[in-house]
Protein backbone atom coordinates (compact mmCIF):
# COMPACT_ATOMS: atom_id res chain seq x y z
CA UNK A 1 0.00 0.00 0.00
CA UNK A 2 2.44 3.03 0.81
CA UNK A 3 4.29 2.09 -2.47
CA UNK A 4 1.00 2.46 -4.47
CA UNK A 5 0.27 5.69 -2.10
CA UNK A 6 4.24 6.95 -3.34
CA UNK A 7 2.84 5.75 -6.97
CA UNK A 8 0.58 8.13 -6.81
CA UNK A 9 2.13 11.44 -5.05
CA UNK A 10 4.71 11.01 -7.25
CA UNK A 11 2.53 11.29 -10.59
CA UNK A 12 0.73 14.31 -8.80
CA UNK A 13 3.90 15.98 -7.99
CA UNK A 14 5.58 15.49 -11.70
CA UNK A 15 2.56 15.44 -13.83
CA UNK A 16 2.68 19.00 -14.86
CA UNK A 17 6.06 19.46 -15.90
CA UNK A 18 6.41 15.74 -16.96
CA UNK A 19 3.79 14.38 -18.71
CA UNK A 20 4.01 16.55 -21.59
CA UNK A 21 7.51 15.80 -22.29
CA UNK A 22 7.30 12.05 -21.35
CA UNK A 23 3.84 11.29 -23.23
CA UNK A 24 2.68 10.93 -25.95
CA UNK A 25 -0.68 11.78 -25.15
CA UNK A 26 -0.39 12.68 -21.29
CA UNK A 27 -4.04 13.71 -20.94
CA UNK A 28 -4.70 9.89 -22.14
CA UNK A 29 -2.07 8.55 -20.09
CA UNK A 30 -3.02 10.48 -16.96
CA UNK A 31 -6.47 8.76 -17.45
CA UNK A 32 -4.83 5.35 -17.48
CA UNK A 33 -2.77 6.50 -14.41
CA UNK A 34 -6.06 7.20 -12.50
CA UNK A 35 -7.71 4.44 -13.77
CA UNK A 36 -5.40 1.81 -12.71
CA UNK A 37 -5.07 3.67 -9.20
CA UNK A 38 -8.59 3.37 -8.48
CA UNK A 39 -8.95 -0.49 -9.60
CA UNK A 40 -5.84 -0.73 -7.28
CA UNK A 41 -7.78 0.92 -4.45
CA UNK A 42 -10.82 -1.21 -4.90
CA UNK A 43 -8.90 -4.40 -4.67
CA UNK A 44 -7.53 -2.88 -1.31
CA UNK A 45 -10.85 -1.81 -0.07
CA UNK A 46 -11.80 -5.31 -0.06
CA UNK A 47 -8.96 -6.52 1.52
CA UNK A 48 -9.47 -4.22 4.35
CA UNK A 49 -13.31 -5.37 4.30
CA UNK A 50 -11.60 -8.89 4.85
CA UNK A 51 -10.15 -7.92 7.19
CA UNK A 52 -12.40 -6.50 9.28
CA UNK A 53 -14.65 -9.58 8.94
CA UNK A 54 -11.91 -11.64 10.04
CA UNK A 55 -11.53 -9.68 13.28
CA UNK A 56 -15.01 -9.53 13.97
CA UNK A 57 -14.72 -13.24 13.88
CA UNK A 58 -11.69 -13.27 16.47
CA UNK A 59 -14.28 -10.33 18.05
CA UNK A 60 -16.65 -13.01 18.29
CA UNK A 61 -14.51 -15.63 19.95
CA UNK A 62 -13.17 -13.19 22.39
CA UNK A 63 -17.00 -12.44 23.45
CA UNK A 64 -17.28 -16.41 23.87
CA UNK A 65 -13.99 -16.77 25.57
CA UNK A 66 -14.69 -14.26 28.20
CA UNK A 67 -18.63 -15.64 28.72
CA UNK A 68 -16.53 -18.72 29.28
CA UNK A 69 -14.23 -17.24 32.10
CA UNK A 70 -17.41 -15.66 33.68
CA UNK A 71 -19.51 -19.03 33.94
CA UNK A 72 -16.43 -21.40 34.87
CA UNK A 73 -16.36 -19.16 37.81
CA UNK A 74 -19.57 -19.30 38.73
CA UNK A 75 -19.23 -23.27 38.36
CA UNK A 76 -16.16 -22.88 40.46
CA UNK A 77 -17.66 -21.23 43.54
CA UNK A 78 -21.06 -23.42 43.14
CA UNK A 79 -18.34 -26.57 43.50
CA UNK A 80 -16.58 -25.15 46.40
CA UNK A 81 -19.98 -24.11 47.82
CA UNK A 82 -21.08 -28.29 47.89
CA UNK A 83 -18.30 -29.26 49.19
CA UNK A 84 -16.84 -30.51 45.64
CA UNK A 85 -13.11 -30.30 45.64
CA UNK A 86 -12.69 -32.16 42.40
CA UNK A 87 -15.40 -30.23 40.24
CA UNK A 88 -14.20 -26.64 41.70
CA UNK A 89 -10.48 -27.09 40.49
CA UNK A 90 -11.81 -28.49 36.92
CA UNK A 91 -13.99 -25.89 36.67
CA UNK A 92 -11.15 -23.41 38.18
CA UNK A 93 -8.79 -25.16 35.48
CA UNK A 94 -11.22 -24.12 33.08
CA UNK A 95 -11.65 -20.55 33.95
CA UNK A 96 -8.16 -20.28 33.18
CA UNK A 97 -7.94 -21.95 30.39
CA UNK A 98 -10.69 -19.12 28.75
CA UNK A 99 -8.79 -16.66 30.71
CA UNK A 100 -5.79 -17.38 28.55
CA UNK A 101 -8.13 -17.16 25.39
CA UNK A 102 -9.31 -13.72 26.38
CA UNK A 103 -6.14 -12.38 27.24
CA UNK A 104 -4.87 -13.49 23.97
CA UNK A 105 -7.83 -12.61 21.63
CA UNK A 106 -7.93 -9.12 23.50
CA UNK A 107 -4.28 -8.27 22.00
CA UNK A 108 -5.06 -9.97 18.53
CA UNK A 109 -8.68 -7.78 18.22
CA UNK A 110 -6.31 -4.83 18.81
CA UNK A 111 -3.22 -5.56 16.64
CA UNK A 112 -5.86 -6.00 14.43
CA UNK A 113 -7.99 -2.75 14.73
CA UNK A 114 -4.92 -0.69 14.48
CA UNK A 115 -3.63 -2.40 11.32
CA UNK A 116 -7.58 -1.68 10.04
CA UNK A 117 -7.41 2.01 10.88
CA UNK A 118 -3.99 2.62 9.28
CA UNK A 119 -5.21 0.54 6.20
CA UNK A 120 -7.93 3.01 6.41
CA UNK A 121 -6.30 6.12 6.58
CA UNK A 122 -4.05 5.37 3.32
CA UNK A 123 -7.41 4.20 1.80
CA UNK A 124 -8.78 7.68 2.15
CA UNK A 125 -5.36 8.84 1.33
CA UNK A 126 -5.19 7.25 -1.32
CA UNK A 127 -9.17 8.32 -2.27
CA UNK A 128 -7.91 12.03 -1.83
CA UNK A 129 -4.89 11.68 -4.21
CA UNK A 130 -6.90 10.54 -6.96
CA UNK A 131 -9.90 12.91 -6.13
CA UNK A 132 -6.74 15.35 -6.22
CA UNK A 133 -5.43 13.72 -9.63
CA UNK A 134 -9.05 14.18 -11.71
CA UNK A 135 -9.23 17.62 -10.44
CA UNK A 136 -6.19 18.36 -11.64
CA UNK A 137 -6.50 16.26 -15.02
CA UNK A 138 -9.36 18.74 -15.97
CA UNK A 139 -7.07 21.66 -15.65
CA UNK A 140 -4.40 19.93 -17.43
CA UNK A 141 -6.81 18.81 -20.08
CA UNK A 142 -8.11 22.18 -20.63
CA UNK A 143 -4.64 23.54 -20.94
CA UNK A 144 -3.64 21.09 -23.48
CA UNK A 145 -6.40 22.43 -25.37
CA UNK A 146 -5.84 26.14 -25.42
CA UNK A 147 -2.19 25.32 -25.77
CA UNK A 148 -3.19 23.38 -28.87
CA UNK A 149 -5.63 25.59 -30.20
CA UNK A 150 -2.98 28.51 -29.52
CA UNK A 151 -0.55 27.05 -31.39
CA UNK A 152 -2.79 25.91 -34.22
CA UNK A 153 -4.06 30.02 -34.72
CA UNK A 154 -0.42 31.26 -34.22
CA UNK A 155 0.75 28.80 -37.11
CA UNK A 156 -2.18 29.65 -39.32
CA UNK A 157 -1.30 33.23 -38.62
CA UNK A 158 2.47 33.01 -39.82
CA UNK A 159 1.27 31.10 -42.94
CA UNK A 160 -2.06 33.87 -43.83
CA UNK A 161 -1.32 37.04 -45.98
CA UNK A 162 -3.74 38.35 -47.84
CA UNK A 163 -2.13 39.54 -50.59
CA UNK A 164 -1.40 36.18 -51.81
CA UNK A 165 -4.61 34.18 -50.83
CA UNK A 166 -7.83 34.29 -52.66
CA UNK A 167 -8.59 37.71 -52.24
CA UNK A 168 -5.76 38.43 -54.59
CA UNK A 169 -7.93 38.05 -57.51
CA UNK A 170 -9.94 40.74 -56.73
CA UNK A 171 -6.55 43.60 -57.23
CA UNK A 172 -6.28 41.94 -61.00
CA UNK A 173 -9.61 42.29 -61.67
CA UNK A 174 -9.65 45.64 -60.27
CA UNK A 175 -6.92 46.25 -62.56
CA UNK A 176 -8.12 44.99 -65.50
CA UNK A 177 -11.53 46.88 -65.04
CA UNK A 178 -8.83 50.03 -64.59
CA UNK A 179 -7.37 49.19 -67.57
CA UNK A 180 -11.15 48.46 -69.96
CA UNK A 181 -11.90 52.31 -68.62
CA UNK A 182 -8.86 53.95 -69.30
CA UNK A 183 -9.03 52.46 -72.98
CA UNK A 184 -12.47 53.49 -72.98
CA UNK A 185 -11.69 57.12 -72.46
CA UNK A 186 -8.62 56.86 -74.45
CA UNK A 187 -11.00 56.06 -77.53
CA UNK A 188 -13.95 58.39 -76.32
CA UNK A 189 -11.24 61.23 -76.36
CA UNK A 190 -10.25 60.48 -79.76
CA UNK A 191 -13.65 60.14 -80.70
CA UNK A 192 -14.33 63.52 -79.58
CA UNK A 193 -10.73 65.25 -81.46
CA UNK A 194 -11.98 63.95 -84.87
CA UNK A 195 -15.53 65.11 -84.85
CA UNK A 196 -13.82 69.05 -83.70
CA UNK A 197 -12.06 68.74 -86.70
CA UNK A 198 -14.94 68.50 -89.14
CA UNK A 199 -14.80 71.42 -91.81
CA UNK A 200 -17.94 73.41 -91.85
CA UNK A 201 -17.56 72.19 -95.61
CA UNK A 202 -17.60 68.77 -94.72
CA UNK A 203 -20.79 68.79 -92.62
CA UNK A 204 -22.73 71.78 -94.64
CA UNK A 205 -21.15 72.03 -98.18
CA UNK A 206 -23.02 69.64 -101.01
CA UNK A 207 -19.48 68.12 -101.38
CA UNK A 208 -19.81 68.57 -104.96
CA UNK A 209 -17.24 70.32 -107.09
CA UNK A 210 -18.40 73.51 -109.63
CA UNK A 211 -19.74 71.95 -112.68
CA UNK A 212 -17.07 72.11 -115.73
CA UNK A 213 -19.94 73.01 -118.05
CA UNK A 214 -21.33 75.94 -116.11
CA UNK A 215 -17.83 77.67 -116.10
CA UNK A 216 -17.40 77.10 -119.48
CA UNK A 217 -20.88 79.10 -120.31
CA UNK A 218 -20.41 81.60 -117.99
CA UNK A 219 -17.09 82.61 -119.66
CA UNK A 220 -18.44 82.40 -123.44
CA UNK A 221 -21.50 84.46 -122.22
CA UNK A 222 -19.45 87.28 -121.09
CA UNK A 223 -17.22 87.24 -124.59
CA UNK A 224 -20.33 87.43 -126.47
CA UNK A 225 -21.69 90.95 -124.96
CA UNK A 226 -20.70 94.05 -127.31
CA UNK A 227 -17.41 95.72 -126.23
CA UNK A 228 -17.79 99.50 -124.93
Do not use: H
Not at 32 to 54: G, N
Not at 161 to 167: K, T, W
Request: charged content about 35%; some cysteine.
Amino acid sequence: MSKFLKSIGSWIRVKDNELSKNMSDPVREGKFAIEDSKKQVKDFTIKISQLIAANKRVEKELYSAQADEVKYQSFAEKAAKSGNESDCREAIRLKTEALKQVRFLTNETAKNQQIIDSLRANLNSARAKISSAERNMISLSARKEGAKVRKELSMASSNFNINDGPLSKLNDLEKAVIEEETEAEAWDELSSQTDAGTSLEDKYGSGASPDVDDEVAKLMALKMLPEK
